[in-house]
Each structure stands twice: as structure tokens, then as C-alpha cells.
């Protein structure tokens, strides 16, 4: 691969997906593409970028798919999920008993296990019991949302994380597979998403899972997208990221909770423009008054 | 340091979760068959079992049995190894008091997320 493919790869990927590679990923573009550029019954990646360069679009997308890191399991650092079953479903419960229904959202859903993980919880907690419980999960791979819509795992797969009376329970054996049972999978929605793009016309979440995907963008696009998550989640929903993301010095859209690592809620000025005769803005008032 | 008892016939086995084990900074005794096991557990209760299912002289699910009915026999966490990849045996394992369940062929993250699963890192 010459430096020039690198770059066109790199600029590509950028604009595409958010993937922001250093200067030093030719291993990693190398390890991924060379499979694909064989698959394709090309040379080897400068005939891959020449055919792109010819405007091959569905060769593009795959390129993107195959740049893009599907590593996830079943209840990923576990924290999370406790997280959600003490402290995120029993709040909401409370704050939405009159409407009785949740929205929540797994952006980049990778292969489902975090989706269905969420709809387990969701599943064993009573007082949901009843209720409409959205679950939306999206990613930019149609690859790994076919994956996640199948919902079969591998052995390996269903041993990374998931109880094993979970499995007995919310799983069918099929041969050497796993399949999770159709009531599980009937409580996630799947949708193609890119997080690049515009996704205001998904309505407000009022838990949203972003994890393990903004590590992968730059400083000003890790910004711009908690920008604009902020104004797709409830002023007292919650955003959850990855154990080692944080929005610290890149956004101030959200803040962090003090006692619970990887959650976060809007900030409290977005949440006076969101709900303008909410608790905040009397509270604001009554401190000018004061 | 806490203990682990591994419980495999196959010497490969044992060598490659000792492996793993002693990683985890468990302290690890062997045994053969459950016979052998249970000798081990009149000796002194381990923290952690990884147990193997079929083996020779008393198989890993009998050893179960006798190990949850000795005097604070209910204690050490026990996690099934076997390539008995069933639901009916997981079930039948899980109702004799069994804590996790591994299917082979296992690794190191297997055994890692199991071992978290039940409290014991």
C-alpha cells in the first residue's frame, strides 16, 4: 500500500464513518482490507482503492463495514447493567408512571448483545411489567444488524458475560448455536444508522447507550455528537458510555454523575431550554428573586 | 490468596485452567475424578471448583451431590467444564447447585467472565 492509498483510505473512512486513524494504522487497514481485497478477486489494496476511486459504492460500503470494530458481548463491564436495574428503571418507573412507557436507544449496536442484554433487564424488572418498552438499536454495518435481527450466537459468544441461567432461559439451542427466544427479540427495533448523519427524527430516548464508539472519532466529532445527543434525551435521562469515555473536556452537553462511573445526564442549561417549566428554570427564578 | 480445585481426568486440561488460574492469582490443587475431589474437600474447602463432568471412579455431577451435603459443603463456588454443551445437562447441573457453567473448548476470557459471573474475582 502506497502513502497516497493510506491517505485516500484514511480520508475516506473519516468522512464516511468518523474513523479517525493515526498515521500509524497501515497494519490494522492492511489486516482487514487485504481479506476483502481477495474476497473481491482483486490484487491486493492499491487495485482496491483504484476500483473505489472508479466510484464503487457498494465496494465503499463494504470497506467502511470492514474498518469498523464489532468487538461487544452479552452485559459489557457488567457496571452498566447494574447500573440500569438499580438505579436508571426504578427512577424511571417513577417518572414516567403516568405514561407508562420507556424509549431507549443503543447507538452502535454492534452484533445485539447490548441491546437484548438491556432487553433482559428490562425483562425481569417487575415493575415494567405492562408498560411499552422501546428499544431501538442502530448501527452503520447492515452486516452486524442482520447479525443482531437473527439473534444467534455462537458457544464462545454466549459465554462472554451472560449468567449461565440466563442462557437456559431466554435461549434455544440450535446445534452447536444459540439462538435468543422470539420475545426477547421482538422487544428491539433495528434500524441502519450512521452517527454522522442527522438523527434528530428518532424522538427523544430517555436512556441512551453510547458505548465504545466515539473512542474511535476525533476530538471536534466526539463533541459535535454530544451535542446533539443531548438534545435527543429527556432532561432527566440518563447517557451511558464506555468504561474509558468520558464526555470530560470534550463536551459540555452532559454531566457526569458523581456517584455513578459512565453516566451521565444532559446539562443542566440544556435541560431549562428543553423543559421551560420545569423544576430548573422555577428553582433558577427563584434564586434571581432571592 | 484463595483457592481453586481443579477436577479434570484429562492432565492437559488441568495444566492448561491451572494455567489460566493461577493468573487470576488463584491458589490451585488437582484432582482427578471426583473420588480423588472429595478426598481434597474432606482436606480442606476450596474457594472455587472448576468440575469437569465425566470422569472415571465418580463423575463430576456425583461429586456435586456429596460435595453440597458435607458440612459447609454449600460454600466453595462451583463451575461446571465439560463438553456436555446440552441444555438438559446445564439444567440438570444448575439444579444440583452448580453456580456457572462453562462448555469446552473454554479460554481464558470464558473462564475470566464466569469467575466474575459468581463473585469470585
Given at each position: 500500500?502506497?502513502?497516497?492509498?493510506?491517505?485516500?483510505?484514511?480520508?475516506?473512512?473519516?468522512?464516511?464513518?468518523?474513523?479517525?486513524l493515526?498515521?500509524d494504522k497501515?497494519?490494522?487497514?492492511?489486516?482487514?482490507?487485504?481479506?476483502?481485497?481477495?474476497?473481491?478477486?482483486?490484487?491486493?489494496i492499491?487495485?482496491?482503492?483504484q476500483?473505489?476511486?472508479?466510484?464503487?459504492?457498494?465496494?465503499i460500503?463494504?470497506?467502511?463495514e470492514?474498518?469498523?470494530?464489532?468487538?461487544?458481548?452479552?452485559?459489557?463491564?457488567?457496571?452498566?447493567?447494574?447500573?440500569?436495574?438499580?438505579?436508571?428503571?426504578?427512577?424511571l418507573v417513577?417518572?414516567?408512571?403516568?405514561?407508562?412507557?420507556?424509549?431507549?436507544?443503543?447507538?452502535?449496536?454492534s452484533?445485539?448483545?447490548?441491546?437484548?442484554?438491556?432487553?433482559?433487564?428490562?425483562?425481569?424488572?417487575?415493575?415494567?411489567?405492562?408498560?411499552?418498552?422501546?428499544?431501538?438499536?442502530?448501527?452503520?454495518?447492515?452486516?452486524?444488524?442482520?447479525?443482531?435481527?437473527?439473534?444467534?450466537?455462537?458457544?464462545?459468544?454466549?459465554?462472554?458475560?451472560?449468567?449461565?441461567?440466563?442462557?437456559?432461559?431466554?435461549?434455544?439451542?440450535?446445534?452447536e448455536?444459540?439462538?435468543?427466544?422470539?420475545?426477547?427479540r421482538?422487544?428491539v427495533?433495528?434500524?441502519?444508522?450512521?452517527?454522522?448523519?442527522?438523527?434528530?427524527h428518532l424522538?427523544?430516548?430517555d436512556?441512551i447507550?453510547?458505548?465504545?464508539?466515539?473512542?474511535?472519532?476525533?476530538q471536534?466529532?466526539?463533541?459535535?455528537i454530544f451535542?446533539?445527543?443531548?438534545?435527543?434525551?429527556?432532561?432527566?435521562?440518563?447517557?451511558?458510555?464506555?468504561?474509558?469515555?468520558?464526555v470530560?473536556?470534550?463536551?459540555?452537553?452532559?454531566k457526569?454523575?458523581?456517584?455513578r462511573?459512565?453516566?451521565?445526564?444532559?446539562?443542566?442549561e440544556g435541560?431549562?431550554?428543553?423543559?421551560?417549566?420545569?423544576?430548573?428554570?422555577?428553582?433558577?427564578?427563584?434564586?434571581?428573586?432571592? | 490468596?484463595?483457592?481453586?480445585?481443579?477436577?479434570?481426568?484429562s492432565?492437559?486440561?488441568?495444566?492448561v485452567?491451572?494455567?489460566i488460574?493461577?493468573?487470576?492469582?488463584?491458589?490451585?490443587?488437582e484432582?482427578?475424578?471426583?473420588?480423588?475431589?472429595?478426598?481434597?474437600?474432606?482436606?480442606g474447602?476450596?474457594?472455587?471448583?472448576?468440575l469437569d463432568?465425566n470422569?472415571?471412579?465418580?463423575?463430576?455431577?456425583?461429586?456435586?451431590?456429596?460435595?453440597?451435603?458435607?458440612?459447609?459443603?454449600?460454600?466453595?463456588?462451583v463451575?461446571f467444564?465439560?463438553t456436555e454443551?446440552?441444555v438438559?445437562?446445564?439444567?440438570?447441573?444448575?439444579?444440583?447447585?452448580?453456580?456457572?457453567y462453562?462448555?469446552?473448548?473454554?479460554?481464558?476470557?470464558?473462564?475470566?467472565?464466569?469467575?466474575?459471573?459468581?463473585?469470585?474475582?
Amino acid at each position: 500500500m502506497t502513502p497516497l492509498d493510506y491517505e485516500f483510505l484514511r480520508k475516506l473512512l473519516k468522512e464516511r464513518s468518523g474513523l479517525d486513524l493515526s498515521s500509524d494504522k497501515q497494519y490494522l487497514v492492511e489486516s482487514r482490507l487485504v481479506p476483502l481485497a481477495r474476497k473481491a478477486a482483486l490484487q491486493g489494496i492499491p487495485e482496491l482503492v483504484q476500483k473505489m476511486k472508479a466510484g464503487g459504492e457498494a465496494l465503499i460500503t463494504e470497506v467502511v463495514e470492514a474498518m469498523t470494530t464489532n468487538e461487544t458481548f452479552f452485559f459489557r463491564d457488567k457496571i452498566p447493567f447494574d447500573h440500569l436495574r438499580e438505579t436508571i428503571l426504578p427512577a424511571l418507573v417513577q417518572a414516567r408512571a403516568s405514561r407508562q412507557t420507556l424509549r431507549i436507544w443503543c447507538a452502535a449496536s454492534s452484533t445485539g448483545q447490548e441491546p437484548y442484554s438491556v432487553a433482559m433487564c428490562v425483562k425481569e424488572f417487575a415493575g415494567l411489567a405492562g408498560w411499552r418498552v422501546e428499544i431501538l438499536a442502530t448501527d452503520l454495518s447492515q452486516e452486524v444488524l442482520e447479525k443482531s435481527k437473527a439473534g444467534i450466537y455462537s458457544q464462545f459468544e454466549v459465554q462472554r458475560g451472560l449468567p449461565i441461567q440466563m442462557l437456559v432461559k431466554y435461549f434455544t439451542q440450535i446445534g452447536e448455536l444459540w439462538q435468543l427466544n422470539p420475545d426477547i427479540r421482538a422487544m428491539v427495533q433495528h434500524r441502519q444508522l450512521n452517527l454522522l448523519q442527522d438523527f434528530s427524527h428518532l424522538g427523544k430516548f430517555d436512556v441512551i447507550f453510547c458505548r465504545n464508539v466515539l473512542i474511535y472519532f476525533d476530538q471536534g466529532t466526539k463533541t459535535a455528537i454530544f451535542e446533539r445527543l443531548a438534545r435527543m434525551i429527556e432532561p432527566d435521562g440518563v447517557l451511558t458510555l464506555g468504561a474509558a469515555e468520558s464526555v470530560v473536556g470534550i463536551s459540555e452537553a452532559f454531566k457526569p454523575y458523581l456517584d455513578r462511573r459512565g453516566l451521565y445526564r444532559p446539562n443542566a442549561e440544556g435541560s431549562v431550554r428543553a423543559d421551560a417549566k420545569g423544576l430548573l428554570t422555577r428553582a433558577l427564578r427563584a434564586v434571581a428573586a432571592g | 490468596m484463595r483457592t481453586c480445585l481443579v477436577v479434570d481426568d484429562s492432565s492437559v486440561i488441568r495444566k492448561v485452567a491451572r494455567r489460566i488460574l493461577e493468573g487470576l492469582d488463584f491458589q490451585i490443587v488437582e484432582a482427578e475424578d471426583g473420588e480423588k475431589a472429595l478426598e481434597a474437600c474432606r482436606r480442606g474447602l476450596p474457594d472455587a471448583i472448576l468440575l469437569d463432568w465425566n470422569m472415571p471412579v465418580m463423575d463430576g455431577y456425583e461429586f456435586l451431590g456429596n460435595l453440597r451435603r458435607m458440612p459447609g459443603g454449600d460454600q466453595p463456588k462451583v463451575v461446571f467444564c465439560t463438553t456436555e454443551n446440552d441444555v438438559a445437562h446445564i439444567a440438570r447441573a444448575l439444579h444440583a447447585g452448580a453456580n456457572e457453567y462453562i462448555m469446552k473448548p473454554f479460554d481464558k476470557d470464558i473462564v475470566t467472565a464466569k469467575f466474575q459471573e459468581v463473585g469470585l474475582i
